[in-house]
């Protein structure tokens, strides 16, 4: 019989209120969940980075690169509503903040992890910050913990598997301007803040994309603050090309005068739709939902693979049937977790198997 992923669990993951900038919150959750690994089999290992913020190893086997990685996340983004933080189940669907993004794909990865056990070997990395950047799944790369053939990243659309999504940074320029009186001066006083305002503009204005329009980079003002003395801006930039970013922080540069402050950076990513392992799973995806649009998909957001791809190892990104991150209708199709579950399994059983088409 098959074994069902565990929804009660999942609802008292979704109970703990571990918004990302709360790193006692997201410890809570990250000792809720080894110690339910370790309740089923599991073997887990927490890693504490500089901060105090916890991050969570758990794997069926022991060491730090089993053959496949799991990537999801125990951080979410804060509520518009406390009672977000109480699932509620209707018309076949689990609502809470966190059951679409990311909580139903952690409670997937343990799932899979004891099904296989002994057949396959596989870890996970549950970072406890990927809203915000990542740097938890990255500090486990940079200790060793990894994969030798492939990772799943559980973050991403339904019925799709991306192949595509932007590289995300943030920087921060600050300007200043002379202290005057502006009534004693001639014309407008010199302004911090509006130098920023300015410069921001042009930067804006030039922005590339391509002639085909296959990508866009984007830039956003995301936060200004200060004194027409003495101001700070800080700007997203999303970055659709390998490599991009060395132009854009050229851009900014020209454009402000400056040296841009990097505060944190993930670069694009981009798979080659040819290869073996996304075409099999593709064309397993198709005979299991005929009546889908099973296909490849180009997410204009990121994910935590924007590190994971850092291993050189072949890589899916998935997500099971979840909609509304981040809204108040956020909710997972609980059945699609056990159809994501049987799909993810036997694929992994037959690749790595005698009969292991794949294997170089």
């Keep these: 019989m098959t074994m069902i992923v565990d929804v009660d669990f999942l609802k008292a993951l979704i109970r703990i209120p571990s918004v990302s900038a709360d790193v006692d919150e997201n410890n809570r959750a990250v000792g809720f969940t080894t110690r339910y690994a370790v309740s089923r089999g599991l073997r887990c290992t927490v890693e504490t980075n500089a901060e105090g913020r916890a991050i969570a190893w758990v794997a069926n086997v022991n060491g730090k690169r089993p053959d496949v990685l799991l990537s999801a996340h125990l951080d979410v983004v804060s509520a518009q509503t406390p009672a977000l933080f109480e699932p509620r189940v209707a018309d076949g669907c689990l609502f809470g903040r966190g059951a679409s993004d990311c909580k139903e794909h952690v409670a997937l990865s343990l799932h899979l992890m004891e ?72 014309g407008a006083p010199p302004n911090a803040l509006l130098e920023l305002i300015r410069a921001y503009e042009a930067a804006a204005a030039v922005i590339p994309d391509s002639e085909d329009g296959s990508w866009r980079d984007v830039l956003t003002l995301e936060r200004m603050a200060g004194t027409r003395e003495r101001a700070e801006l800080e700007i997203g930039v999303r ?40 075409v099999e799973f593709l064309k397993r995806m198709r005979r299991a939902w005929p009546d889908r649009k099973c296909g490849f998909y180009h997410l204009n957001s990121t994910t935590d693979a924007r590190h994971i791809q850092r291993l050189g190892i072949p890589m899916l990104i998935l997500g099971v049937d979840a909609r509304g991150a981040h809204t108040p209708d956020e909710c997972v199709h609980i059945d699609s977790l056990g159809e994501y579950a049987d799909l993810i399994a036997g694929y992994l059983i037959d690749y790595f198997g005698e009969k292991d088409t794949y294997r170089k």
């Design 115 to 186: 099904r296989l056990a002994g057949r396959v070997s596989i870890g996970a990395i549950f970072g406890t910050d990927e809203e915000i950047g990542g740097a938890t799944t990255a500090e486990m790369l940079s200790r060793g913990y990894g994969a030798e053939r492939l990772a799943i990243v559980l973050d991403s659309e339904q019925y799709a598997i991306t192949t595509w999504q932007k590289g995300l940074a943030r920087y921060a320029v600050e300007a200043d301007a002379p202290p005057s009186h502006a009534g004693m001066t001639a």
């Design 239 to 278: 970055c659709a090309r390998p490599g991009g970013f060395d132009a854009l922080e050229a851009l900014l540069r020209e454009a402000f005068g400056r040296e841009p402050r990097c505060l944190r950076k993930g670069e694009p990513v981009i798979l080659d739709e040819t290869a073996p392992h996304l």
